[in-house]
């Protein structure tokens, strides 16, 4: 009896052990969809049943995507279409549409460079790129499709059909005159904002001609070449300046430098500085700003000759400065400009009032910027 109660349990323990195996053998082969996976088939399955005019199909095949997988571009692309083809379209259902839009251009722009020029793609990423160019030829010919059947919508869902199809200009023109009312065109109008007020970096070269006055304009007017590094947020700049003026004086005049007075028309200049401004006009195009700035001036009238062992004689002065700025940015990254300041002055190392006055600059401003995503954007948009 006790060798039959032995056997039962060993035999039982070894069942539910194989029935555990079993079940964990199951759990471990079992294939958990993966989300790139189930793009790449729906992407393709959608596309056959559409060319096999299977709507009904194409949009069940759609709905288990969303439901298996986090919001895709791709996947949202096709719902807008079924819902505008099933009278369901409401712009606040897809989350920032006009980025969604922007993604569609782009991808589109790219799958065509790729049909065409014939793109390096990693074989990891061929998949992908293959069903998405078969999943934007359904797009693309559903919704001229839709657009061609005859019935009655609304000029948004006609024009984003268009833009779907290959012909963005109908949207982005309705877009930039503000045709519509909704989500669309907040997400426009926002984009335009952020990208007029957006942030960066910038150099600017600048020529231009100094013009002295009062005493100190018997040094004449001189030519300035320069430089500036800064940066700007929102309607906000700052810059570091550094310019040289040169062309000898038209008349002598003097310089003390200690206990000598040295007579020359010898002229030579630097000026640094650090500069801000705030725009009071600003667009994608135009920028018109006021300027402050406070910075340091020095004129040179003997100039180092270590031939001669001589030293440089030189005076120096403050600079506070204060004017206007403009800049026409002529492909929304690289512009040009004009730049306009008076600068009150204080050569204190001069004779009997010689170099007393101040100074007006007019300088001419070529420059680039570091926005290149606002350039990608704005190209984007049609501008």
Known sequence: ?????????????????????????????????????????????????????????????????????????????????????????????????????LTCKSTQDYIETYKYEGLYVHPSQSSMLKANLEYYNFTGSYSTRLLQDGTERKKIERDILTFFSGNPESLITGLKQEQYEGKLQENYNQMIADLTYDSGYFLTLYGGMWSPTENLSKLGNKPELGFTLGGFEGRYGAELLLGFRFVNSPVNYSIRDEDSVYQDNHFTSVTIGVQGYYSILKNLRNDLSLTTGVGYDEITIVPTDEGDNVDNVSTGTLNVNFGFQYRYYFDYKDYLGIDVRYSFLDFSNHIDNELSGNAISLRLLYGFTSSDRKKQQLKLLGY
């Open 1 to 101: 009896m006790k060798f039959l109660l032995s056997a039962f349990l060993i035999i039982f323990s070894l069942a539910s052990y194989a029935q555990l195996t079993e079940s964990l053998v199951k759990r471990i082969n079992e294939i958990v969809p993966d989300c790139y996976d189930v793009s790449i088939n729906s992407q393709k399955i959608i596309s056959r049943f559409y060319a096999e005019g299977n709507l009904d199909s194409a949009e069940a095949v759609l709905e288990y995507w969303e439901q298996q997988c986090d919001r895709s571009d791709e996947m949202i692309f096709g719902r807008i279409l079924f819902d505008i083809a099933n009278d369901r379209f409401h712009e606040d259902k897809y989350g920032n549409l006009l980025q969604i839009m």
